[in-house]
C-alpha cells in the first residue's frame, strides 16, 4: 500500500494535509499559514491549533465520521469498487463536495 495524501478545507480554504502512509500510520498536517492565523479555527476540537501535526494508528475518528454508515457505506464501497473497510480511499471518494459542515477532503499525490 503507497503512502496517499488529502488535501483538506474548510470553506474552500486550505486547512491542511491528511496523510495515509499504510493502514496504520495516520498524519494531519496544518498548513503553515493556516496554523499561523490565529483567526482560523482547528479542524476539530480533537486536533487543537497547539501543535501543527498530529499522528495515530488509524484514520482520526474527526475524518472518519465525515464517512456514510451502516447499509450506505456497502453501497458506496460497491459501486465506487472501493473495499468498505479502506476508510481513507471512501473519504477521498466521497467527501469532495457534499459534506455534512464546512470541510471537505480532495486526494492529493500518492506519495
Same mark, same amino acid.
Request: aromatic share 12%; net charge neutral; no cysteine.
Given at each position: 500500500?503507497?503512502?496517499?495524501? *488529502? ?12 496523510? /495515509? ?14 496554523? *499561523? ?6 479542524? %476539530? ?21 465525515? &464517512? %456514510?454508515?451502516?447499509?450506505? /457505506?456497502?453501497?458506496?464501497? /460497491? ?10 480511499? &471512501? ?9 455534512? #459542515? *464546512?470541510?471537505?477532503?480532495?486526494? #492529493?499525490?500518492?506519495?
Amino acid at each position: 500500500m503507497s503512502t496517499k495524501s *488529502a488535501y483538506v478545507y474548510r470553506n474552500g480554504e486550505l486547512v491542511g494535509v491528511l496523510i /495515509r502512509h499504510n493502514r496504520n500510520s495516520y498524519e494531519f498536517k496544518y498548513d503553515d499559514q493556516w496554523f *499561523a492565523d490565529p483567526e482560523k479555527p482547528p479542524v %476539530s476540537l480533537t486536533m487543537p491549533k497547539t501543535k501543527q501535526t498530529y499522528k495515530a494508528d488509524h484514520l482520526f475518528p474527526f475524518f472518519f465520521n465525515l &464517512l %456514510s454508515e451502516g447499509a450506505n /457505506r456497502k453501497l458506496q464501497a /460497491r459501486q465506487l469498487k472501493i473495499d468498505e473497510m479502506n476508510y481513507f480511499d &471512501l473519504l477521498l471518494a466521497t467527501a469532495q463536495t457534499d459534506t455534512i #459542515g *464546512a470541510i471537505t477532503v480532495k486526494p #492529493g499525490n500518492e506519495l
